[in-house]
């Protein structure tokens, strides 16, 4: 599966700013994958932004609740993440991730290669 972010860029705090993630490449349907958000900030481990399931459900970190929205468009094969009210410590770079696990519980993860957000104070 290929992951092509794009919409990251320079944002003043309290801005606010969207990606999106689109795949290609699979022989499997796109809405069969649970898609997420991860970011990484410069010298920090990776951390889970945003997920989002099969079936529509959401998942959050604390650090983003209320401000992030995670959401997906299947026909387009496209994950977005709307992101409001930015603070310096949002500033990473974020990846996409597509999981799929198959009948016997075996996981796949795949990575887009990530597109940088930074929030000026």
């Known amino acids: 599966v290929l992951l092509v972010e794009s919409g990251g860029g320079l944002v003043q705090t309290g801005g606010s700013l969207g990606l999106s993630c689109e795949a290609s490449?699979?022989?499997?349907?796109?809405?069969?994958?649970?898609m997420a958000w991860f970011r990484q900030a410069p010298g920090k481990e990776r951390e889970i932004v945003a997920a989002i399931a099969w079936t529509g459900s959401t998942n959050y970190g604390d650090s983003v609740k209320g401000r992030f929205a995670i959401s997906r468009d299947n026909a387009k094969n496209t994950v977005y993440l709307e992101m409001n009210s930015l603070k310096p410590e949002d500033t990473a770079v974020y990846y996409c991730n597509a999981n799929w696990v198959d009948p016997w519980g075996t996981p796949s993860d795949y990575w887009g290669q990530g597109t940088q957000v930074t929030v000026s104070s």
């Open positions: 490449g699979s022989g499997r349907t796109f809405s069969t994958y649970t």
